[in-house]
């Protein structure tokens, strides 16, 4: 029996979401959250979230996006900068990528520089 047992970690896409941004809604400007985040519309301007975030397939992001996980369901035209980077089948990213860990699933698109960073230690 150990006294101290490492937390299991949930996946972002199980997390609960506290910040929703659905279908249709237009955003301009630059965005901040602390927890997860799913948008399903359309954001103009940067966009930082200190958890995670969730594009949905009809998301639209036009912008920088800084967070420590993110799974891309939608199209994003900018720079990523996160931990954790899932492209989905229907995920499309035009821009830079600084991120730990890379999954692109098979038709998922990605057009930039790439720059993986080493695991701290």
Known sequence: MAIFSKKEKVALDLQSISTLISEGCVLEGNFKAPLFVRIDGQVTGDI?????????EKSLVKGNII???IIVYGVVNGNINAESLEIKHTGKITGDIKTRTLQVESGGFYNGNLTMMQAEK
Request: aromatic content about 0%; glycine content about 16%.
């Open 67 to 69: 967070t420590k996980e």
């Open 48 to 56: 930082t979230i200190e958890e995670g975030l969730i594009l949905g």
